[in-house]
């Protein structure tokens, strides 16, 4: 007897307009990333998200990438990433989620890119029906220096 599995997956990467720049460049600069795995049952789910900045005399060059991942066995699993470009700030979350009847996995990665600080955090939790769920939080920041 198969058993099929179903598996859910998106990712998306963004690069913010500017001049390429070699490291030795950069007045200031920083990478940050953070990524989580949740499992229980026959459900798993997985989401990852990093950024770098490099800020020059001219302005700053950024980049910021975030996916995710969910399977079960039985029941549905669901993923999706959205990123957000706007003057102020660089953005992405993924969130990735399989469900077999009561029990699940989850887990969402949050990434920003600002002109002074670059953060990213992956929260994941899974669950067992009768059972304490069990969560779990990883952060990366980096606070750039004025110039």
Same mark, same amino acid.
């Given at each position: 007897?198969?058993?099929?599995?179903?598996?859910?997956?998106?990712?998306?990467?963004?690069?913010?307009?500017?001049?390429?720049?070699?490291?030795?460049?950069c007045?200031?600069?920083?990478? +940050?990333?953070?990524?989580?795995?949740?499992?229980?049952?026959?459900?798993?789910?997985?989401?990852?998200?990093?950024?770098?900045?490099?800020?020059?005399?001219?302005?700053?060059?950024?980049?910021?990438?975030?996916?995710?991942?969910?399977?079960?066995?039985?029941?549905?699993?669901?993923?999706?990433?959205?990123?957000?470009?706007?003057?102020?700030?660089?953005?992405?979350?993924?969130?990735?989620?399989?469900?077999?009847?009561?029990?699940?996995?989850?887990?969402?990665?949050?990434?920003? +890119?600002?002109?002074?600080?670059?953060?990213?955090?992956?929260?994941?939790?899974?669950? +067992?029906?009768?059972?304490?769920?069990?969560k779990?939080?990883?952060?990366?920041?980096?606070?750039?220096?004025?110039?």
């Amino acid at each position: 007897m198969l058993k099929r599995i179903t598996l859910a997956g998106a990712i998306c990467l963004a690069v913010l307009p500017g001049q390429p720049v070699s490291a030795q460049d950069c007045n200031a600069a920083g990478t +940050v990333g953070s990524a989580g795995s949740a499992a229980a049952g026959g459900t798993s789910a997985s989401t990852l998200g990093t950024a770098g900045s490099c800020n020059t005399d001219d302005g700053a060059t950024s980049s910021i990438a975030s996916g995710g991942s969910a399977a079960t066995a039985d029941g549905k699993a669901r993923s999706r990433t959205n990123t957000v470009d706007n003057p102020s700030k660089l953005q992405t979350q993924s969130k990735a989620q399989a469900v077999d009847k009561g029990t699940f996995s989850k887990s969402r990665t949050k990434t920003t +890119v600002q002109s002074d600080s670059l953060d990213s955090t992956t929260r994941t939790m899974s669950h +067992v029906p009768g059972q304490k769920p069990v969560k779990s939080t990883t952060n990366s920041s980096v606070t750039l220096p004025q110039q």
